[in-house]
């Protein structure tokens, strides 16, 4: 089954080596996505980029790096994105964070009951 919709997407950008109460920033931030019931939330790991200290963090064999980027993207209902980016102030002391409107194309699986044929 295919639902259609509009929504929007938080990305926020941090370092793979932020941390928060001496845990990652990204499990934090994902955890609290999901203890306030947003649909979903992935961690992904930049292989190159920089922020705004223009320091360059590579994945490079020859430069290599431990605090590579990370992109945390969420995707919802705006009222309940946005209410979610004022908890993310306490969080991130350094960062990005941008908030996309999305048009949303959701394939739902079969129940468990549902027989396949």
Known sequence: MRLHGTACRVTIFI???DQYHHKPLYAEIVHRAR???L???SVFRG???FGA???IHTSRILSLSEDLPLAIVIVDAED???DFLLELDELIGEGLVTLE???VYRYVGRDA???ER
């Open 101 to 103: 409107p999305v048009e």
């Open 39 to 41: 649909a979903g939330a």
């Open 80 to 82: 309940k994105l946005v």
């Open 113 to 115: 009951g549902e027989v």
């Open 35 to 37: 203890k306030r019931g």
């Open 15 to 17: 370092g793979e080596t």
């Open 47 to 49: 292989i190159e980029g």
């Open 53 to 55: 200290s223009s320091r």
